[in-house]
């Protein structure tokens, strides 16, 4: 995610915050790892912590003084991971930001500075003339986590309303569904957040990977308020959506998914990773993508950290080549990518994680990396977000066991 170059200096120590950094123990197995990184992600969550000017309890994407506000999204990839490390109150207050936050049209944040200013934009508002493709998506998750962890019935009657005017508000393409970034000038809109230093134009793959999510999320809260039917036709919007992915942005000689469908056509790992995660791509897919990762690991994979594109793969058009978004390597995707490999080689993925883990212990859990270049340490969606890929995977591995057990 892109903020002011005033911010981008490295941090490199902790607030006074009075929480000890979990030990260095020896990481040998998957489940050193898993049990290591539950407990960092909670100690970087809490030492996390800024208080916004109405009182508010905000917990911006990295420690310390970086990232001068609070963001939608990195705190949506807090609560897939580590929602335990906050109380209910810090859950319903957050949630209830985010939701106010929406403009009056339906499009959702990119931000909301401490004072409580809603930003549409990315690089608080110079990015794009519209705002971010991935706002309303994500407004959806944060009332999704928030309502199955506190049940509170209050937050679901007020939110529903508002939540299915942001998902009316998002750019699609009336022929595919997919959402849609209108390509030419000026740039139209910044594409789903961990790319928006990428000029992506038509069709774009990730941001409509979450309209799915988000579809599928909004009729979960539908049916739980009661309202069956409305449930029922979101559960339908999200398999078109599904449907119109693999027909349009599917690419059958390279088994990879492209990143979007004019400008920035890149075969995209992340989004493929993510594609099978959420269950979108089919299954011959994901075997496809599965043993493309097997077989250009050492070039997609940094220290347990991944590549957005393949290797020696650039962006048309997007920020400076091997830093960023533009072949730095991030931890973000690292659970998405391991719950599609472990499909063809489960011992890699293991392997994967552990290493993730142990760079964190010996350079903290940064933003991203490349080479020796380190940026942003103690960055919270980068130890946060691989947990439920690899609770995921641990999850479809029993559930294997216990079928073959049935036989």
Request: proline content about 5%; aromatic content about 10%; overall charge neutral.
């Amino acid at each position: 995610m892109t903020k002011p170059l005033i911010i981008t200096l490295l941090v490199l120590t902790l607030p006074g915050t009075g929480t000890a950094r979990t030990s260095r123990e020896e990481i040998g197995t998957l489940a050193d790892a898993l049990s290591w990184l539950q407990q960092e992600s909670r100690r970087m969550v809490r030492a996390s912590q800024r208080t916004m000017k109405d009182g508010t309890a905000a917990f911006p994407p990295q420690v310390g003084i970086g990232y001068e506000a609070f963001w939608l999204r990195d705190y949506v990839y807090t609560l897939e991971g580590t929602i335990d490390a906050y109380s209910d109150k810090e859950l319903l207050d957050a949630c209830r930001l985010f939701v106010r936050s929406l403009r009056s049209d339906g499009a959702g944040v990119d931000c909301v500075k401490f004072d409580g200013t809603p930003i549409y934009m990315p690089g608080y508002g110079t990015m794009g003339q519209n705002p971010v493709a991935d706002g309303s998506q994500f407004t959806v998750a944060v009332v999704w986590h928030t309502y199955r962890r506190t049940k509170d019935g209050q937050l679901l009657r007020e939110s529903l309303e508002p939540l299915l005017k942001t998902m009316n508000a998002v750019p699609r393409n009336p022929d595919t569904s997919l959402v849609h970034i209108r390509p030419g000038e000026p740039w139209d809109r910044c594409p789903y957040g961990f790319t928006d230093t990428i000029h992506k134009e038509g069709d774009e793959l990730f941001c409509s990977l979450l309209y799915v999510q988000a579809s599928r999320q909004l009729a979960d809260l539908l049916n739980w308020a009661g309202r069956a039917a409305e449930a029922e036709s979101w559960k339908q919007q999200a398999e078109r959506v599904a449907a119109s992915i693999r027909r349009v942005l599917w690419d059958p000689q390279a088994g990879l998914f492209r990143a979007a469908a004019i400008c920035c056509r890149e075969h995209d790992i992340w989004g493929s990773a993510f594609a099978v995660y959420l269950g979108v791509a089919n299954d011959a897919q994901a075997k496809r993508i599965a043993t493309l990762f097997q077989r250009d690991y050492s070039g997609l994979v940094q220290n347990g950290q991944i590549r957005h594109l393949l290797p020696h793969v650039y962006w048309e058009k997007g920020c400076p080549r091997d830093t960023y978004q533009n072949g730095g390597f991030w931890a973000t995707p690292t659970g998405w990518f391991i719950y599609t490999l472990d499909l063809v080689d489960p011992a890699l993925a293991d392997r994967t994680v552990i290493a993730l883990v142990k760079d964190f212990q010996s350079g903290d859990a940064c933003e991203w990396v490349f080479k020796d270049v380190r940026r942003l340490p103690n960055y919270l969606a980068s130890a946060t977000l691989p947990l439920a890929g690899i609770r995921a995977m641990i999850e479809r591995r029993q559930s294997l066991r216990n079928s073959n057990e049935e036989r």
